[in-house]
């Protein structure tokens, strides 16, 4: 099993700056790909951005430029961040962290419980 927490998230103004970690811990694990999904009330959960193992990044359009996905590997954790800047209204939404791990040969997927960004004046 591995165990994902999450942190960062608040209320920012427009233009502002916001960074988000997701800390994945456990025994014996191997990390496929780390990412940061959305989710604004009443739409679909959207990819944000996605750090593979090789550490290849792939971001949505709307967030090109403006958000950067990292990785850092510790003892025992594997920690992701995605740093939000020039935040605009539209990015409000709850933030999860989704971690495609595998442990003892098995494939699993994991999701954080999600933390609220809010951007507003």
């Known amino acids: 099993q591995v165990q994902l927490a999450e942190s960062g998230g608040g209320l920012v103004q427009p233009g502002g700056s916001l960074t988000l970690g997701c800390v994945a811990s456990?025994?014996?694990?191997?990390?496929?790909?780390m990412a940061w999904y959305r989710q604004a009330p009443g739409k679909q959960r959207d990819l944000v951005a996605q750090i593979t193992s090789g550490d290849r990044t792939n971001y949505a359009s709307s967030v090109k430029g403006r958000f950067s996905i990292s990785r850092h590997t510790g003892n025992n954790t594997v920690t992701v961040y995605l740093q939000m800047n020039s935040l605009k209204a539209e990015d409000t939404a709850v933030y999860y962290c989704?971690?495609?791990?595998?442990?003892?040969?098995?494939?699993?997927?994991?999701w954080g419980q999600g933390t609220q960004v809010t951007v507003s004046s």
């Open positions: 456990g025994s014996r694990f191997s990390i496929d790909a």
């Open positions: 989704n971690v495609a791990a595998q442990q003892y040969g098995v494939k699993y997927n994991y």
